[in-house]
């Protein structure tokens, strides 16, 4: 039995960057020999040749050697591993690739084999924002356009989440759009120029929101019908209040961002539905970044007063006419 660490945390480590989460291959091992020799791991995934133990990530391989597994894998820049001795092992252009900062494939085979390494190179573009997209990569990803339904939609919608989280999301969309592989996972932003004008947004919104994944996420969706939002999350599988920022988005942000035009009632209207979402502070940080002048501290003024609004004990309970009162004296409230 062999193992090696590999991928990202070779490739950080390399670079002298933080080490995220560790992930390892094991050669010439079967499931249960790796299991006997590894008190406590467990299976995870439907084809049981992955396994957890002590909160790391060990793949059995098929492959004869270290070699011919990494040429297997998406791009050159994951194609490295360390063996337990701490010796590297490199495809031939991996160095050379990780010291100009390129992202190329392994392979265009490697990603008409497994279609979902599209997604993946989208998201390791908005990981690794000092890294540029070859044409080779570009060309690769547009070969495997066609077959980008076959992975299931929460593994899309994991690699949508993920690139939400990365330093530089708007390039997700971006390669995306570039390499023609925007359906069928993100049909919604192949209208012209919606990708172009998402990407801008989670740009903006990533650099002033310390790169809260959900707010990078509803950036995105505020150039979306509230329709093409739901059907979005839906699609992707979304965690639910992933879908719910979707459509709040669409269907609360563009009013939040037109603020200073609104009525009292309006604002009386707006402001709970937010805070019932649980997206109020998501919505003010995305309006305060795209709408110069946005006056976030009036936004949570009114917030503040408007939920200290109650109605009399001997108004509450009569249905439609307690919700009018309720409205009128929230309104009054940001009037005065």
Known sequence: MEIYLVGGAVRDEL???????RDFV?????AEEFAAAHEGARIVGRKGVTFIWRGEEYTLSEAPDIEADLACRDLTVNALARDSGGRLHALPSALDDLERRALRPVSRENFLADPLRVLRAARFAACLPDFS??????SAMRAAAPLLGEPAAERAGVELRKACACPAPHRFFDLLAEAGCLAPWFVEFEESPRAHDAARAAEAVAHEASGDPLTVWMAMCHVLAPAQAEALGERLMLPIVWRKAARAASEELPLLMRYAELSAREKAELLPRLHVLELFDQAVAVAQTLVLGFEAGRAR????????????????GRGAASGELLRFLRERALSG
């Open 15 to 21: 670079m002298g960057r933080p080490r995220g989460d």
């Open 301 to 316: 003024a009114d917030k503040a007063a408007v939920l200290a609004v109650r109605l009399p004990a001997r108004e509450r």
């Open 133 to 138: 997209s070859t044409p080779e990569l570009v």
């Open 26 to 30: 094991v050669l010439h091992a079967t």
